[in-house]
Nanobody
Framework: QVQLVESGGGLVQPGGSLRLSCVAS????????MGWYRQAPGKERELVAGFTRIGSTNYADSVKGRFTISRDGAKNMVYLQMNSLKPEDTGLYYC???????????????WGQGTQVTVSS
């Protein structure tokens, strides 16, 4: 199966920056999507940014121009560079992958444990 491990969260002041990292390991045949979601207290989990299989990117409107997603395909890693952070960016950030662990197996949704990002003065 696919395991996802995030790192890089923390406490930052408004206007600051953080970089999140996620590595996918285990049995991985193909990855259709890999990216980041976040969940603020009392709110639903929402897509922040992600890569599709063909390399196109999706961003939430609220982070466009401030966040940049990048990847290292050879290492099955994705990164989220977050600049100009705002208090409303606070939440638990989850790495997500839609992947097939074996040839011929159906794709499944995989989640990391999450890393906390807190933007506060």
């Amino acid at each position: 199966q696919v395991q996802l491990v995030e790192s890089g969260g923390g406490l930052v002041q408004p206007g600051g920056s953080l970089r999140l990292s996620c590595v996918a390991s285990g049995s991985i045949f193909s990855i259709d999507f890999m990216g980041w979601y976040r969940q603020a207290p009392g709110k639903e989990r929402e897509l922040v940014a992600g890569f599709t299989r063909i390399g196109s990117t999706n961003y939430a409107d609220s982070v466009k121009g401030r966040f940049t997603i990048s990847r290292d395909g050879a290492k099955n890693m994705v990164y989220l560079q977050m600049n100009s952070l705002k208090p409303e960016d606070t939440g638990l950030y989850y790495c997500n992958a839609v992947a097939a662990p074996f040839r011929g197996s159906p794709v499944r949704n995989y989640w990391g444990q999450g890393t906390q990002v807190t933007v506060s003065s």
